[in-house]
């Protein structure tokens, strides 16, 4: 059972954070989410709306029912109760159908109308401010942009540093956030250190839980989107990226007075980054890099990210957020890696592997055989070598020994 207090705000310097005083069965806990104190207006300690959705899919891994003091707003709560959880329940024997027992607030909370999105300064989060910087639809262009940090460092950069990492992150959002004349809000909670789950299999609820945090200024949220709407699934998806189901769960977490989007879930990965490749601010600060601070250009998402703009012909006009010239002087190299894990047909690398498909030719595969068949040869080698020194290693020391002996 887990039960959630009346939310409350707590001054903590420049910062007002909206605070939870949580029951897991035996164990009190706290979760908290912060902002600056001209954002405290927005966040939300009538309801326990946001607390309900940010462990919602930890109290169906763990069996929890949930109870809440505060009440959940009652749109929310039917969507939840009739519709999320029962699809999930049924389609995963891995996620129990928990109970909710709370007051409901049957108005809707009033908010300032405000329309965000993250702004990661990924691809996806580029094409969802390329469309709603200036779009023809007014009441849906942008009013603000977020940093939310609710779990994402934690996931590649502890080798780099994850507040090293959430710095140069937060630096770039401002930089973004400044040429386009937009707010940034950043902010900071301790939800996932608490109610710890994979950060695939439960990015979305983390981050409708700051949406909801802040339910007083949102009318319209942007969530960036994985894959298409073809990819919809609901099997097994505690094993699963909380994205497969985004169209489902977005649309539970919506009311008449907050609409969440998956945006750019028409899209698949290469027509996203066609979108954005001519955006200026794109060309500057587009930072995908899932290890480091700035765009590393060996990991999988540097890797696919260089291929992509390699296919668009645009490699030089990202010279300021890559390093192009690397990229060129290795191709092979990548494309070697690109038809290892494409071939076997990875969802995010099959369309540029789709484009790519005529570089794979006889000559190209005939090359790769060779070097794999000779890698494993030197591997054999190798692996022979250090069984012999290993074996001479134990020799000296059995002759030590014995001179000892006598
Ligand atoms: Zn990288």
Redesign the pocket.
């Known amino acids: 059972m887990i039960t959630l207090e009346q939310p409350y705000l707590e001054n903590n310097g420049d910062f007002t954070r909206l605070v939870c005083d949580i029951q897991e069965d035996e164990k009190k806990k706290q979760v908290f989410f912060e902002v600056e104190n001209k954002w405290a207006q927005y966040l939300c300690y009538e309801r326990a709306d946001a607390f309900l959705i940010g462990i919602l899919n930890y109290a169906m891994r763990f069996k929890h029912d949930i109870v809440c003091k505060a009440p959940v707003t009652e749109e929310l709560l039917y969507n939840i109760n009739e519709y999320l959880v029962p699809s999930l329940a049924i389609n995963d024997s891995k996620l129990y159908p928990i109970k909710i027992t709370a007051p409901v607030e049957v108005e809707p909370m009033p908010n300032a109308g405000g329309v965000g999105t993250g702004v990661s300064c990924g691809v996806d989060s580029f094409h969802c401010i390329h469309n709603h910087y200036n779009s023809q639809y007014k009441g849906q262009n942008l009013t603000h942009l977020c940093i939310n940090s609710v779990g994402s460092f934690h996931r590649g950069y502890t080798k780099y540093g994850i507040d090293r990492a959430r710095d140069d992150v937060r630096r770039r959002a401002k930089a973004v956030a400044d040429d386009l004349g937009l707010p940034l809000i950043i902010s900071n909670s301790n939800i996932k250190q608490e109610f710890d789950i994979y950060f695939e299999h439960s990015h979305t609820y983390y981050s409708m839980f700051a949406v909801y945090c802040m339910q007083k200024l949102w009318k319209v949220y942007y969530y960036a989107s994985t894959y298409t709407f073809a990819y919809f699934n609901l099997k097994n998806s505690s094993k699963k990226d909380t994205a497969y189901y985004e169209l489902l769960s977005l649309q539970c977490f919506s009311t008449h007075n907050l609409r969440l989007y998956s945006e750019g879930s028409t899209k698949d990965r290469l027509e996203k980054t066609r979108a954005i490749v001519d955006d200026k601010l794109a060309q500057k600060y587009l930072h995908?890099?899932?290890?480091?601070g700035y765009?590393?250009?060996?990991?999988l998402?540097?890797r696919r990210t260089l291929l992509t703009l390699d296919i668009l012909g645009k490699l030089d006009d990202f010279r300021e957020s890559f390093d192009v010239d690397y990229y060129k002087a290795h191709r092979n190299e990548y494309l070697d890696w690109l038809y290892e894990n494409g071939r076997t047909g990875n969802i995010m690398l099959k369309p540029i592997y789709n484009a790519l498909k005529d570089e794979f030719n006889f000559m190209f595969r005939f090359k790769y055989s060779l070097a794999r068949i000779m890698h494993k040869i030197f591997e054999i080698q190798d692996c022979g070598t250090k069984v012999r020194i290993r074996i001479l290693f134990i020799k000296i020391s059995y002759k030590r020994k014995n001179k000892c002996r006598n």
């Open positions: 995908v890099c899932c290890t480091k765009n590393c250009g060996t990991c998402k540097c």
